[in-house]
């Protein structure tokens, strides 16, 4: 039976610390220090046993091994506090990890209390197998996220960011998120529902399911009790970095780490009002009429989004020439119909905004400014103020009410040219005319484009041969890959001469099918190359050579 690979036990790992306020690296040290017991699903686990409520069945599975185990090391935990041990003698702050004496506590084994009932038991193992098996990981994880050697300055920096908490709160959806993690790690609960049972009265519970602002308040209040509450232990720790990682919607805890080496301030960056300015922009076209006021902020926004030094710079970026407009000022019509082309390339222009915004700051603040004139605010801080309240609709909306995120508006779709080139390529156009291959698809989802006319010419030759077999087959092609360049097809071991790259060659399966029920579906006609491969029993290979080869490899 086949076990999980490194990276999907990873998961499971960081699945459990997570939810249990541990330090992920001691389940991979379990997992290596152990390698016991064998388990039905082929796996081996971390030397955990049964104890007390926690039955054999419960604890047979690698992911149930990994689940009791970081019980186990939270109980551990809990009893060596019950014993007078301080934050310090369980965590090096400097080095960021467990203390040699918890290792050895681990190594000697643990059986929980009676009083236990979801800790199982911790075989023993050998202290220098665990311990070394712990800093290799360990290791492997700050490399990874390029972490600072020195870890002294992190407890400071996080009761510093904790402490501002409170007046940075705007009731975000994962700002909440993150306070109601520090209280779900915090108080050793393993569920948000626990978490908000924990915080508000039990008649209170209901109206926080249909709306968790109603927790804000307690939230807000239980963070400002943690500075003085903080006795450095690693579940206090690993709280309050996941309450980082989750405020600043980063990667992981490593990042999160890393970033309170420069910056302990909970102020949010303006990208947290991204989605709201793109909300308001999609909404604009339709409550757009051609009013003055709305007419100036479009163009004010236009001006700011391209950088331009005035307004009449920015008329006539839009194709109206300002002398037009001073001259014919007696001239109703002319100015109507002037005004009518203005709104014209505005409203293409702001159609235009959600799929060219790059996040830019000159590109953000043309759209605040956008807001502030359309709805008439006074200042930009409270452009961003309603802004803020726009998020937190959307955080909450559902998908059929008026709050939630306008759908997006497909772009127009350019004509289709007479004929392919390395130059007007449409990733989602088929290759050819009504067929089932994509440009999409050949280039690796836009990523392999095409560098010269050939190899599109050779792209657009199997696709046609391609497109005869799928007919005959009766079933979708998945491509897995199809036009490489030199770079990527060294790397995944193609051959020096490989029809990859020169563009007219697909790997593809179908899905129920082998590849040899392809291979012999295709044999009797096809006209170029054609493959399978044993050790990769769905697969198949064509290409459109001008000979016919035959292989299996």
């Known amino acids: 039976m086949a076990t999980l690979s490194p990276d999907q036990r990873n998961y499971y790992y960081l699945l459990e610390a997570e939810r249990a306020g541990i330090h992920k690296p001691i389940l991979t040290a379990l997992y290596q220090a152990h390698s016991s017991p064998t388990l039905p699903d082929g796996e081996t686990g971390l030397g955990i046993s049964p104890a007390n409520r ?4 419960q604890v047979n599975t690698f992911p149930e091994q990994v689940q009791y185990a970081a019980n186990a090391i939270r109980s551990v935990t809990d009893s060596l506090v019950a014993q007078g041990w301080q934050g310090a003698d369980l965590w090096n702050a400097q080095q960021g990890r467990y203390t040699d004496q918890f290792l050895e506590k681990v190594a000697s084994g643990y059986a929980p209390a009676a009083s236990e009932p979801t800790a199982a038991r911790i075989e023993a193992s050998d202290l220098n197998k665990l311990r070394q098996a712990y800093l290799a ?12 050697q020195n870890l002294a300055y992190l407890d400071r920096a996080l009761l510093t960011l904790v402490e501002r908490i409170p007046d940075y709160y705007a009731g ?3 700002q909440r998120d993150a306070l109601l993690e520090v209280v779900r790690i915090w108080r050793e609960l393993d569920t948000r529902e626990a978490v908000i049972a924990s915080l508000i009265p039990a008649n209170k519970v209901e ?5 968790e602002s109603v927790l804000d308040i307690p939230l807000k209040q239980f963070v400002g009790r943690i500075s003085a509450n903080y006795g450095g232990y690693p579940h206090q720790r690993e709280a309050l970095i996941r309450m980082t990682q989750l405020w600043r919607k980063l990667r992981t805890r490593e990042e999160a780490i890393a970033s309170l080496k420069t910056n302990t301030s909970p102020e949010e960056k303006l990208s947290i009002i991204d989605p709201a300015l793109i909300a308001f922009v999609q909404r604009l076209p339709d409550y757009y009429q051609g009013q003055g006021s709305q007419r100036n902020a479009l163009t004010e926004a236009f001006r700011l989004w391209r950088q331009l030094d005035s307004r009449a710079t920015a008329i006539v970026s839009l194709g109206v020439n300002p002398e037009v407009l001073t001259a014919s000022a007696t001239d109703r019509t002319v100015l109507v119909n002037l005004a009518t082309q203005l709104d014209r390339e505005l409203l293409s222009f702001i159609r235009r905004v959600p799929g060219g915004y790059d996040e830019r700051e000159h590109q953000r603040e043309a759209l605040i400014r956008l807001v502030q004139l359309w709805r008439n605010l006074p200042t930009r801080n409270q452009s961003i103020q309603s802004l803020l309240e726009d998020q937190k609709r959307l955080d909450q909306a559902r998908r059929t009410t008026q709050e ?3 759908k997006p508006v497909p772009l127009i779709v350019p004509k289709r040219p007479a004929r392919w080139t390395p130059n007007n390529i ?7 005319p009504d067929g089932n291959f994509t440009w999409a698809e050949a280039t690796h989802g836009g990523t392999r484009m095409p560098p010269n006319q050939a190899t599109v010419d050779a792209m657009v030759r199997i696709a046609r041969l391609a497109q005869r077999a799928r007919d005959r087959i009766g079933r979708p092609f998945i491509v897995t ?3 490489r ?4 097809n060294r790397a995944v071991g193609g051959a020096r001469y490989s029809r990859h790259l020169v563009g007219d060659a697909i790997d593809f399966l179908c899905e129920g099918l082998t590849g040899n029920q392809l291979y012999w579906a295709i044999e009797p006609w096809w006209p170029g190359g054609l493959g399978r491969y044993i050790k990769f029993p769905y697969l198949c290979h064509i290409d459109a050579r001008s000979y016919r080869a035959r292989w299996r490899n």
């Open 404 to 406: 939630a995120a306008p």
């Open 485 to 488: 360049p030199p770079a990527i």
């Open 137 to 148: 990981d360990l290791e492997a994880d700050f490399e990874v996220d390029a972490m600072p």
């Open 481 to 483: 890959s199809w036009y």
């Open 426 to 432: 449409q990733l989602s156009a088929s290759i050819i």
């Open 207 to 211: 109206d926080a399911t249909n709306d």
């Open 54 to 57: 926690v039955s054999l069945a």
């Open 172 to 174: 975000l959806s994962h």
